[in-house]
T-cell receptor, first 113, second 112 residues
């Protein structure tokens, strides 16, 4: 199994541009999570899906952020418009809907200049 | 979910056991204790979890006190590659949702 696959690994964009981060969960996993990590705030849960349905998006910072999961094998996190304070490492993770461990991807390092 | 308290940092000599403590005094009966670690620049990695019994796998052992108010993660023979941030997380049963909330963790430095 290739694990959780995120793309791109690095993204540098200008303020005001749209940014789309992508995630492919592990096959057979039915929960997917998006986290953001910064030095100041640590690891923050942004949103998670069970069976492709958004369950809790209370961590999404504002309307500029949106996430979709059109099918069991793909999810996107979009920021429009991007701002410098969105610079962070964004992680995607997947798991089974039961008491089990998450598997995290390698993350996308986003820099907004 | 119950909150956890961990020391901000610890040192350990290479080859020795690393014992990482975690306090979760407000844990409730159906909440599990999870441990993850994050090596620099990588995504967090699942280590182990337990409810009330001690658990062991190929990576580590988890010792949970009888009153469940604290636990210890044991890396039996720490290596330099075990240097990482270790997170202790208490997570409710499925009726409380399926999310993990990370705190600040413990920075473990393994030294030669």
């Amino acid at each position: 199994d290739a694990g959780v696959i995120q793309s791109p690994r690095h993204e540098v964009t200008e303020m005001g541009q749209e940014v789309t981060l992508r995630c492919k969960p592990i096959s057979g996993h039915n929960s997917l999570f998006w986290y953001r990590q910064t030095m100041m705030r640590g690891l923050e849960l942004l949103i998670y899906f069970n069976n492709n349905v958004p369950i809790d998006d209370s961590g999404m910072p504002e309307d500029r952020f949106s996430a979709k999961m059109p099918n069991a094998s793909f999810s996107t996190l979009k920021i429009q418009p991007s701002e410098p304070r969105d610079s962070a490492v964004y992680f995607c993770a997947s798991s089974l809907i039961k008491q089990s461990g998450y598997t995290f991807g390698s993350g996308t390092r986003l820099t907004v200049v | 979910d119950a909150k956890t308290t961990q020391p901000p940092s610890m040192d350990c000599a290479e080859g020795r056991a690393a014992n990482l403590p975690c306090n979760h005094s407000t844990i409730s009966g159906n909440e599990y204790v999870y441990w993850y670690r994050q090596i620099h620049s990588q995504g967090p990695q699942y280590i182990i979890h337990g409810l009330k019994n001690n658990e062991t796998n190929e990576m580590a052992s988890l010792i949970i006190t009888e009153d469940r108010k604290s636990s210890t993660l044991i890396l039996p023979h720490a290596t330099l590659r075990d240097t990482a941030v270790y997170y202790c997380i208490v997570r409710g049963g499925m009726e409380y949702g399926n999310k993990l909330v990370f705190g600040a963790g413990t920075i473990l430095r393994v030294k030669s």
